[in-house]
């Protein structure tokens, strides 16, 4: 059990039939009153953000997260097969739980897969990915420092906004946590 005056940034904690992340903490001890701890805490399994306050004496269990490094092999009638890296267990994943993972998803990427209680919660995706453009506008010589943009669609079928002198063939940089475009490389 954990005491909320112990909470840490990080820190998982099972809260309200879930498991939640510390995304941030404040220990207020107002003039008047008692004192209490200002959080603001993230469902890992939705990725909802919400902000609760609990009393300095409140006590609560850890939740013991499990990741492992799994690869990404196929995809066949809405189900994702990954295998561990360490173990060659094979393990099959829905869309929905993999929700928006699957814009950046691509066969043999590496991910981590949390566990919790034997269950998947989800899978980390590397902070971004290198994806070739399939489909865009083409580029009109000189649009380079309008900072004007457009649309591209990727090889997993996401689709990016771009700046104008991106082409078809290009291989883009795109951030995993916003969805932006962050070079061409």
Known sequence: MIN????????????????????????????????????????VETGAVIERTFNPNEKMPAA??????????YEADGVYTFMNTET???TELTREQLGDALNYLMENME???????????GIQL?????????????????????GAT????????????????INEGDVLRIDTRTGNYIERG
């Open 64 to 73: 013991h997260l499990e990741t492992h490094t799994m690869q990404y092999l």
């Open 88 to 90: 060659y267990e094979q």
């Open 150 to 165: 457009k649309m591209a669609k990727v090889e997993t079928g996401y689709e990016v906004r771009v700046p104008l002198f």
């Open 4 to 43: 909320s005056t112990d909470f840490r940034t990080g820190l998982t904690i099972e809260y309200d039939g879930g498991v939640w992340q510390i995304v941030d903490f404040q220990h207020v001890k107002p003039g008047k009153g008692a004192a209490f701890v200002r959080t603001k805490i993230k469902n």
């Open 126 to 146: 590397p902070n971004s990915v290198s994806l070739k453009v399939i489909e865009c506008e083409p580029s009109v010589k000189g649009n380079t420092a309008t």
């Open 111 to 121: 991910v981590a897969v949390q566990q919790f209680k034997e269950r998947i919660i």
